[in-house]
């Protein structure tokens, strides 16, 4: 009974880890795509055809329902690999949806019409692919009407985490978030919107000031998920055992992770 969970890179580790402290009993399969990271700067064929390889790795781990813990995968294939490649007795799910019903404080699976919200002007932070595909836009439009989403396309940031260059992923958040006050000067609310940035909230959060509630998706897609196994207990497929993969180095991958999550991670090639 694993659940897999696949990212591009790094990123994922933050749903991970916040779905080990909500569901320690549930072995997981992590997957990180490192060899293709970033993906935010791929066209949507492409991070299609990266995603679905990936997927399908945990689909042959045991997995029979996986988290896309990133983003971009969520963003520019998830429509498309739900319509017309999941297999029917496997499931994907994105990390989207979970963020937007918090941000319009609904209830999980709250089909009811759109309405106003508390909050009116959000600032977006995500990679230049989720930015440009309005996903975002697009999911939020069916829950909520009347809020004003300015969108921050954040090069440089999955690269320079991926790279463990923290200086430079802080001088690089703190660069996106001038650049996205200069178009929407005081926000209510900021989404980061790629799993890598909950490893920057704290200079997100000091950049933006006490005021802007900070969403990041890691307990949300826990919870989330949590909520969906009670629905479908069937679906935590038939591996029994949690793993760490990657189509990267993985020495390289294993000492980034432990230095991210603070305790030893061991990844083993994919
Ligand atoms: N963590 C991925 C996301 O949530 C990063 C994408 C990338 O590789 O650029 O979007």
Redesign the pocket.
Known sequence: MAVGIF??????LTVLDAVQRRLPDLPLVYLGDNAH??????DADDVYDLTTTAVDRLFQAGCDLVIL???????AALRRMQESWVPANKRVLG?FVPLIEALTERQWGDNSPPREVAVKHVALF??P??VSSRAFQRELAFRAIGVDVEAQACGGV?DAI?DGDLILAEALVRSHVDALRRKMPTPEAAIL?????PLMQEVFQDALGANVAVYSQANLVAESLADYLIRHPKMTGPGEVSQFLTTGEPKRVSSRATQFLRRQIIFEAA
Request: hydrophobic share 30%; glycine share 16%; proline share 3%.
């Open positions: 990212d591009s890179g790094l990123g994922g990271a970033p993906y935010g700067v791929r813990a990133c983003n971009t995968a969520s963003a990390v995500a990679t692919a989720t999955v991926e919107g790629c799993t890598h940035y």
